[in-house]
């Protein structure tokens, strides 16, 4: 039975990072479309999705629970404006040609995690992680001192979505009880941000054809799914077994910019992402180890 449920949770973890990799082929879609416009359809109709899913899959309960506790909802409210900066990054960003930058930022978040560990849970840092860490500066500080640039988009993605992740850990509530409270914060903003715009092209969608507005409500499941597998994965494998996967979705980013969108990576980015990989190759090798001496000592 263990072995099945690992199984299962194996295959939701791929799943959710193969979906948020391939996400940037939607967004590239609805490149006429503004960044704070797709985020608004996103954010409107996460809402309404997750309210389905609940509706079928049960969590109200759960809801209810959360109403009672103002504690958490604070910080759930703290959670919408961080996960919102973080979509409206990374849509301008794949709309604007700047996937890898998208991708470097994703690369760069599992070791900002562990500075966040750090800081915020009292967590020690063994020497293999300082030196992943180190790597990870070195890479920034050449790109900052020799192309005189700072990568302000990665850099931006990997904080907010970090700070997002320590927070919701914190807090420790159901995925969709929490996404739900999000988006259920942010759905003034978005239903208001909509209609001050409705003379745009694509605001008014009862002007829109059919395509477009299938396209804009779309960004509610393009969201919501990838983040539930992550969910159903999470509590069947451990942490460490997760954190493998987390870089199938930056490495389909950065295959699908190079190759498919022929974004230019040049000696700049090579360099940084060169130190960021590195630094990657020994995180991963430090989570493996732990990992063994784990199961001997069991």
């Known amino acids: 039975m263990q072995a099945l449920e690992t199984r299962k949770g194996i295959i939701l973890a791929i799943c959710a990072y193969c ?14 479309v503004s ?10 109709w996460s809402f309404v999705f997750i309210i389905i899913l609940m509706k079928f899959m ?3 309960s759960r809801l209810m629970l959360l109403v009672k506790r103002p504690k958490q909802l604070l910080v759930l409210a703290v959670t919408s404006v961080l996960i919102a900066l973080n979509w409206l990054i990374f849509i301008w960003a794949i709309t604007n040609d ?38 990870a500066f070195i890479g920034v ?18 904080t907010s979505f970090g700070f997002y992740g320590l927070l919701r850990k914190k807090v420790n509530i159901d995925a969709k009880a929490g996404m739900l409270v999000e988006t259920a914060v942010l759905l003034p903003v978005a239903l208001t941000y909509l209609a001050l715009t409705l003379d745009t092209a694509s605001a008014n969608m009862m002007t829109n054809d059919i395509e477009m507005n299938l396209m804009l409500i779309a960004a509610g499941i393009v969201t919501t799914i990838p983040l539930l597998c992550f969910a159903g994965a999470a509590i069947r494998i451990p942490l460490s077994m997760l954190g493998f996967f987390q870089y199938i979705g930056p490495s389909i980013m950065f295959i ?21 990989w590195s630094a990657l190759v020994v995180f991963t090798a430090d989570m493996a180890l732990q990992r063994r001496r784990r199961i001997k000592q069991s």
Request: hydrophobic share 60%; glycine share 8%; charged share 15%.
């Open 19 to 32: 979906l948020w990799g391939i996400a940037p082929l939607y967004f590239k879609l609805l490149g006429d």
């Open 35 to 44: 960044a704070f416009e797709i985020l608004a359809h996103r954010v409107i």
């Open 58 to 60: 049960g969590g109200f």
């Open 98 to 135: 700047r996937m890898l930058d998208a991708s470097l930022g994703y690369f760069i978040n599992p070791l900002f995690n562990v500075l966040l560990g750090m800081v915020f849970l009292s967590e020690r840092l063994r020497k293999l992680q300082w030196f992943a860490v180190t790597l």
């Open 141 to 158: 500080m050449i790109q900052l001192i020799s192309f005189g640039s700072i990568p302000m988009v990665s850099l931006a993605l990997a």
């Open 256 to 276: 699908l910019a190079v190759f498919l969108y022929n974004e230019p990576f040049d000696v700049e980015k090579s360099i940084t992402f060169g130190f960021i």
